[in-house]
């Protein structure tokens, strides 16, 4: 019987399991599904859900603490939020911080927890694999340009990955830039880390 139960356990990954909590209802879970769908990651391995808690950054990151402790099966936590007119929002970066490697998982390892942020909005980021913005920019403006680049782009539709996807290394140069810039500068906005994540993913197996 032993031997049984032994064949029939699921194997462990030999990568790491991502718990991904989003701020959008849609429009962030869709994207990183597709990522997910397209590289054939079990959702055992990636969960990816919205924050139940409210669209605040501090309670994303709340909520991810929550969900991480439903079941403690991952080993690395991700919390995506927008700059936007959010209150709290460097308060949710240290939080999350404050979360890193605090908890323990399934498996007695500390659980890494990581602020994802986009300033102003995620949009910027799918902008990016168009072109660099380096100067400020307000979400409207994040929209109107990127539908120049993506006709008929709505927040939430599926499909953003996919018609990006050809571009990613523009992204991730650009990404780079903005924290470069960020660096000589102190310049806040604009900024993404969202390549950070997806790069992850892109190359998890």
Do not use: M
């Not at 603490?65 to 995506?80: A, G, N, P």
């Not at 050809?166 to 903005?178: E, F, G, V, W």
């Amino acid at each position: 019987q032993a031997k049984k139960l032994a064949r029939r356990k699921p194997t462990r990954p030999s990568y790491d399991r991502i718990l991904i909590i989003c701020e959008g209802e849609k429009t962030e879970p869709n994207y990183f599904n597709e990522i997910r769908v397209k590289y054939r990651i079990h959702t055992a391995h990636v969960g990816i859900y919205k924050s139940e808690y409210g669209t605040n950054p501090k309670q994303i990151v709340e909520y991810a603490k929550d969900k991480f402790h439903d079941t403690r099966e991952w080993d690395s936590v991700y919390c995506i939020f927008d700059r936007d007119d959010h209150e709290y929002f460097n308060e949710a970066i240290d939080l999350c911080k404050s979360f890193d490697r605090r908890f323990r998982n399934d498996e007695k390892q500390a659980v890494r927890f990581f602020p994802v942020p986009s300033i102003p909005c995620f949009e910027l980021w799918l902008l990016l694999h168009f072109e660099c913005i380096t100067r400020e920019i307000h979400r409207s403006d994040v929209y109107r340009q990127l539908r120049t680049k993506l006709p008929g782009y709505e927040k939430g539709k599926v499909g953003s990955f996919s018609k990006t996807s050809s571009r990613l290394d523009t992204a991730r140069i650009n990404a780079q830039r903005l924290r470069d810039e960020r660096q000589r500068h102190g310049r806040e906005n604009p900024y993404t880390d969202v390549d950070k994540l997806v790069s992850i993913l892109v190359h998890l197996k």
